[in-house]
């Protein structure tokens, strides 16, 4: 046996005792905590040595991380944490497994360097106080051994299991054979692509149309790769739920083609869906599941890894077995999966934690982003962050007297800053110096405060905290690639009230966020029906130069979709009156030539509501509904269970909303669509300020801010219509702009436009 593991993920499973507790206690942001790291070293004396890479073995298994630091002049070896407050309120089972952490990398020291003894230490660092706490303990090489053999032994079964395991999946995913027998057109064209993709270690962009079957077709690959020992693990990442029940299905089928594959696929759902009490706080104190949580988790592990696939239910099923959270228990099996499904934040998010273990322990992923059209706009969400002057003052009238000074100073410098405002929206090169470090300071006074009183301070202090936490992050990461702007807030209570700003840092262009995320895996395959053009999907996602392009021809034919368009209508805003009789009347021509169930999308709910009526007074014969909005789940199912086989009449929906794209409605459950809209974006201050960024950028901000997002949500809407090789329908497209040369090259090659 061979088998390598990090040293932090080895301390985790051996030395993890007692509860789960996730009381929020103020921790250092990351740079923070590498800025305490470097602190702590830039105080030690020539010599010093920071960031030692040390390997060792035990009966087979190889051990690896890299230690904080030695001391010659002291022969110590530093293991640093930083912390916030005072470190006698950190949990008891912590400090054990940091000290776990420095015997292991003592071990591997004197092993190295052939030293006899050692001082071990792990060196506490404030990072409001720069203050160090240093506790020691002297150490002989061999009691050291002794530690580290005692962790490898506690290990080793489970690393034998664990490599058994990687040994039959490799071997059973070599035999695995195609389970529908022959691929789809486009099908094998795009297997291939992914993996070579795996196997060369390279991206992938691969625009894939509806039918088929994306996501069978790279899900296969990657684990013949995986097979092939190119890989170790495979993320399935989605933007939507039906994402990710598509690809439990796709590894499903492949089980069924060969009985039990011994292959663990973890689904991974959102924490409030998978919380059995979510009116306790994650403590041993208040929620039963976190009581014992790592007691109790060896037990659980072993049981989840009973079931076949883990998804939600299986997951709950073995959590709550052995009396854990099935929220957490899952985090804990992403260790140990080869295939994970889950939300695209956690492998992009700035915090996720797919990314996170990868770079722990060197795995070699594939990660696949399925309808990564969706990709751009998320990833520029979770590089965004806005702070409200409104919501400070609320906290800052609900802070306790010990914060008055800091919220008193942060509330002069943002006063300030919205006096000199005398437009709604403006954008500013940078967040004033004054104000950055106002609130940098009243961050860490409310860190501070929780650390000493948690219980006293008011949720809206600490909900402003976490906003703030989030803003300076990216203020610290800001740069070409977003905006700083100030939004002036309706005043309150009149003219005479105070201004009240929103601060924002952001994001445009993702691309700088997601380069390393893209470095740290081995192959990452985004794929979607719209990733035209290339060059736009690229720029957004910062994918390498050499990343390989493929673009699908897909299984449906130009006969089976006529599509239309409409030249002489406008939807623009100024003829948005002018427009409301002509399109009321083309739907309504078009459900009388041939009845059935259709799509309507318009471009706002507004626009919607007055097609709406139009269609109610001068057809009132054409069965209609609408989508309404912030429709909950229920509403949503109702609104699709009325394309019903057989069924006829034409319901209304915004485009880019719940019902433009992940909607299967096969046959003559939907015959036909109309989209009265180009879909592009409005044309507002943001918006405007995020083409001007662009064109600097790209030389082309109106294609990249309006006209690329706008078409990509007209074609995913179109999609709607054609879903199987004997679907037929009709798309009308409706604007006189869709006769324009430009906004044609973006549809799709196999529409052949009237």
């Not at 030293?115 to 660092?125: D, H, K, P, S």
């Not at 489970?158 to 990687?166: N, V």
């Not at 291939?192 to 691969?206: N, P, Q, S, T, W």
């Not at 722990?360 to 520029?380: F, K, Y």
Request: proline fraction near 5%; glycine fraction near 8%.
């Amino acid at each position: 046996m061979t088998y390598v593991v990090a040293v932090r993920a080895l301390c985790e499973f051996t030395a993890r005792r007692g509860d789960l507790d996730l009381r929020f206690t103020p921790a250092p942001s990351a740079l923070e905590g590498i800025a305490g790291h470097q602190a702590v070293t830039a105080r030690r004396a020539s010599g010093y040595e920071a960031e030692i890479t040390l390997t060792g073995t035990h009966g087979g298994l190889t051990v690896r991380g890299r230690a904080d630091g030695y001391d010659p002049a002291r022969n110590r070896l530093e293991e640093i944490k930083t912390h916030r407050g005072d470190l006698e309120r950190m949990p008891a089972n912590h400090r054990v497994l940091h000290w776990a952490q420095a015997l292991v990398y003592g071990h591997l020291l004197c092993e190295a360097r052939a030293f006899a003894e050692l001082t071990v230490a792990l060196v506490y660092f404030d990072i409001g106080e720069q203050k160090e706490t240093v506790l020691t303990q002297q150490h002989t090489a061999a009691s050291l051994r002794a530690f580290f053999e005692a962790q490898c032994e506690r290990f080793v079964a489970w690393a034998a299991r664990e490599e058994a395991h990687r040994d039959a999946r490799n071997a059973a995913l070599n035999a695995l054979p195609f389970p529908h027998g022959e691929f789809r057109s486009g099908q094998r064209e795009l297997s291939v692509a992914a993996f070579r993709a795996a196997r060369d270690g390279r991206c992938l962009m691969a625009q894939a149309p509806t039918g088929i079957g994306k996501t069978l077709g790279t899900i296969f690959p990657l684990l013949k790769a995986c097979g092939a020992d190119h890989l170790d693990r495979v993320f399935f990442l989605t933007a939507k739920t039906p994402g990710r029940a598509l690809a439990l299905e796709a590894v499903d089928t492949l089980h069924g083609g060969t009985g039990a594959l011994p292959l663990r696929t973890l689904e991974l759902v959102a924490r409030d869906k998978a919380c059995e009490h979510p009116d306790k706080s994650c403590d041993g104190e208040s929620c039963p599941l976190a009581r014992g949580f790592y007691d109790r988790l060896p037990d659980a592990r072993d049981t989840a890894l009973q079931a076949r696939t883990l998804d939600r239910a299986a997951l709950r099923e073995a959590a709550l077995a052995h009396g854990i959270c099935p929220y957490y228990l899952a985090q804990e099996m992403a260790r140990w999966c080869d295939v994970v499904i889950g939300d695209y934040n956690y492998y992009y998010d700035s915090s996720a934690m797919l990314y996170a273990l990868t770079q722990m322990n060197g795995w070699r992923v594939a990660v696949l982003a399925d309808e990564a059209h969706n990709l751009p706009e998320r990833a520029r969400r979770m590089y965004s962050a806005t702070v409200d002057q409104l919501a400070f003052r609320g906290a800052r009238h609900a802070a306790p007297v010990a914060l008055k000074k800091p919220f008193d100073r942060v509330n002069r410098e943002w006063n300030a800053l919205s006096r000199e405002r005398n437009n709604t929206y403006e954008v500013l090169a940078d967040v004033p110096p004054k104000l950055h470090a106002a609130v940098q300071n009243l961050i860490a006074a409310i860190g501070d405060q929780l650390a000493e009183a948690p219980q006293g301070v008011d949720e809206s202090v600490q909900r402003f905290y976490f906003d703030a936490l989030h803003f300076t992050s990216l203020v610290e990461q800001f740069g070409a690639h977003s905006i700083f702007d100030v939004t002036l807030e309706s005043r309150e209570g009149g003219s005479r009230a105070k201004p009240a700003t929103t601060l924002c840092v952001r994001n445009v262009v993702p691309a700088s966020f997601l380069k390393p995320r893209h470095a740290a895996a081995r192959a990452t395959i985004v794929f979607s029906g719209t990733l035209s053009p290339q060059h736009f999907y690229r720029d957004m996602l910062g994918l390498p130069g050499d990343t390989a392009w493929l673009d699908v021809d897909g299984p449906f034919r130009a006969e089976q979709l006529d599509v239309r368009v409409a030249r002489r209508v406008s939807t623009r805003w100024r003829d948005r009156e002018r427009s409301l009789a002509p399109i009321a009347d083309l739907i309504a021509h078009q459900y009388g030539e041939r009845p059935g169930n259709y799509l309507g999308f318009l471009s706002s709910f507004d626009y919607l509501q007055r097609i709406v009526d139009a269609m109610r007074e001068r057809h009132p014969q054409v069965p209609i509904w609408m989508q309404a909005p912030r429709m909950d789940e229920a509403a949503r199912d109702a609104f699709l269970a009325r394309f019903t086989t057989g069924g006829a009449g034409v319901g209304f929906a915004v485009l880019g909303g719940a019902f433009s794209e992940g909607v299967d409605l096969v046959g003559d459950r939907l015959i036909g669509a109309f989209i009265a809209t180009l879909g592009l974006p409005q044309m507002n201050d943001v918006n405007e300020q995020m083409r001007r960024t662009f064109d600097a950028q790209f030389g082309n901000g109106y294609d990249y801010a309006y006209l690329f997002p706008g078409l990509q949500k007209v074609v995913q809407a179109a999609g709607r219509v054609i879903r199987t090789e004997r679907d037929v329908g009709v798309v009308h497209l409706i604007d006189d702009r869709y006769a324009r040369a430009d906004v044609r090259r973006l549809l799709p090659r196999w529409w052949k436009l009237a």
